[in-house]
């Protein structure tokens, strides 16, 4: 998520709305910031509830919130995977067997949490959502690198998304006890 992008967005909000409140969501589907007039209020699958905020936010605040939320979406720990669970469901980049086709570079934990998220299933928007945490770990591992390696995430998370449907675990939804039985 992009601070700035948030910034403006409540500014804006607050600037053009009159309102005291806002209820910030991030809409992973069109990759952008809105709002509610109520919090949870017909609140859809792909909007991640960014927090409540008044027309006297604080941006670095606001920053520290988001860069917390940003790197916990994923709710799961690899360490609750058993060991066999882990060498089964977790390869690294690319697809299983062909990992020698796309390099771990910086990735390989984002990577793992992203097979994780994939094993894990449930629906498309389960799956956009493993994508984009896929992307903003990425990110987080090349931070430092911006400039030499930056658009790398984005190759990767573009990639993912054009050809990793078949990888997904379409059905209802596992938790890590079911990956253990049927993995480990």
């Known amino acids: ?62 920053e520290d919130y988001l860069e917390e939320i940003k790197y916990n979406f994923s709710l799961y720990d690899l360490s609750e995977l058993t060991e066999k669970a882990f060498k089964n469901v977790c390869n690294g980049a690319g697809p299983k067997g062909y990992g020698w086709a796309v390099p771990d570079l910086w990735f390989t934990n984002a990577a793992n949490y992203h097979d994780l998220m994939y094993t894990l299933g449930g629906s498309e928007n389960d799956r956009l959502f493993a994508d984009k945490c896929f992307l903003w770990r990425m990110q987080s591992a090349t931070s430092g690198l911006r400039k030499a390696v930056g658009f790398l995430p984005y190759i990767y998370y573009r990639k993912v998304r054009k050809y990793g449907s078949g990888a997904f675990y379409k059905g209802e939804k596992r938790n890590i006890g079911q990956v253990n039985k049927l993995y480990g």
């Open 1 to 62: 998520m992009k601070t700035l992008e948030a910034f403006n967005y409540l500014k804006n909000y607050f600037k053009t709305t009159n309102q005291r409140e806002c209820y910030l969501y991030y809409n992973i589907k069109k990759d952008c910031f809105e709002s509610n007039f109520e919090k949870f209020k017909n609140r859809k699958d792909w909007q991640i509830f960014c927090g409540t905020w008044t027309d006297l936010f604080d941006c670095c605040k606001l």
